[in-house]
């Protein structure tokens, strides 16, 4: 059974920054590129950043172009994604997603809160 | 303002069938598979169709998807009341290179 367990969410200043991770199991983590998603409350779907199983090219909404870095450690089965430079607009519950075409398989997700 | 274009909300009586649209542009649903994500109240989303048509094991026959040019559909038959839940179309967005969604749609069972 695919599992996906984010963490890493929390209230964070404007300006301040935040690691998100997502720990993977019940797959080939190395085989499956791997997404960010996100819900600002109340609001609907917005893909944030992709990236490939072998970590090498990795792909960014314009909104967070330049201020977020996904990344992922293969041997730890571990998906990241380093947010800084936060804004209040950046406020949402982070999925973790398995796939990049389409998400198969979904994290219960981490809220993120940007507020001073 | 999404990307791709759904209708806020339809609504049908138990048993009815019900679609909804999913309109993009030829760098997105015109020349990429669409797939198809049910979000039930306080849940992550699940995958409900991929590639344009094709259900992931275990999800009932019921739920359907197809495309047409730059459009997408997702038929419901049979309609329930655990159906009632918000539906978002997907796809990637060559032009963009990036992951784009629909506004989404709510599904009310009357």
């Known amino acids: 059974e695919v599992q996906l367990l984010e963490s890493g969410g929390g209230l964070v200043q404007p300006g301040g920054s935040l690691r998100l991770s997502c720990a993977a199991s019940?797959?080939?983590?190395?085989?499956?590129?791997m997404s960010w998603v996100r819900q600002a409350p109340g609001k609907g779907l917005e893909w944030v950043s992709a990236i490939v199983g072998s970590g090498f090219t990795s792909e960014y909404a314009d909104s967070v172009k330049g201020r977020f870095t996904i990344s992922r450690d293969n041997s730890k089965n571990t998906l990241y994604l380093q947010m800084n430079s936060l804004r209040a607009e950046d406020t949402a519950v982070y999925y973790c997603v398995k796939g990049r075409q389409f998400y198969e398989s979904w994290g219960r997700g981490t809220l993120v809160t940007v507020s001073s | 303002q999404s990307v791709l274009t759904q209708p806020p909300s339809v609504s049908a009586a138990p048993g009815q069938k019900v679609s909804i649209s999913c309109s993009g542009s030829s760098s997105n649903i015109g020349s990429e598979y669409v797939s198809w994500y049910q979000q039930v109240p306080g849940a992550a989303p699940q995958l409900l169709i991929y590639?344009?048509?094709k259900r992931p094991s275990g999800i009932p026959d019921r739920f359907s998807g197809s495309k047409s040019g730059t459009s997408a559909t997702l038929g419901i038959t049979g309609l329930q009341t655990g159906d009632e839940a918000d539906y978002y179309c997907g796809t990637w967005d060559s032009s963009l290179s990036a992951g784009v969604f629909g506004g989404g749609t709510k599904v009310t069972v009357l």
């Open positions: 590639d344009n048509n």
């Open positions: 019940g797959f080939t983590f190395i085989n499956y590129a």
